[in-house]
């Protein structure tokens, strides 16, 4: 989201995901959320599964080594380093 690489397409996700006036590709991530709030998931965090940031490394190798096909088709090209700093982001 940060690198702007695929605004348009953020744009339509979130107007199929209900924000159909959607100019702002932020806008995905609002409808994100409220989805998340709808489907009751809003409140689960990594540490409630244990997970550690320490972890964090491992979780992104094992992503690429998993689905490394996802991540050769994408916009922007992810290092293992990106997909922590992610981790890192998103914890709780």
Sequence with gaps: ???????????????????EDSEDPMDFITALDQFHKDIKVDKIKMSDYDV???EF?????TA???MGML?????YKFTVDDVVKIYE???E
């Design 52 to 54: 550690s940031p320490d």
């Design 57 to 61: 490394e491992k979780m992104a190798h």
């Design 1 to 19: 989201m940060k690198k702007h690489v695929c605004d348009d397409r953020f744009i339509k996700l979130a107007k199929v995901m209900g924000i």
């Design 64 to 66: 690429f080594d998993s």
């Design 89 to 91: 982001e998103s914890f």
């Design 71 to 75: 991540f050769g088709v994408d916009h």
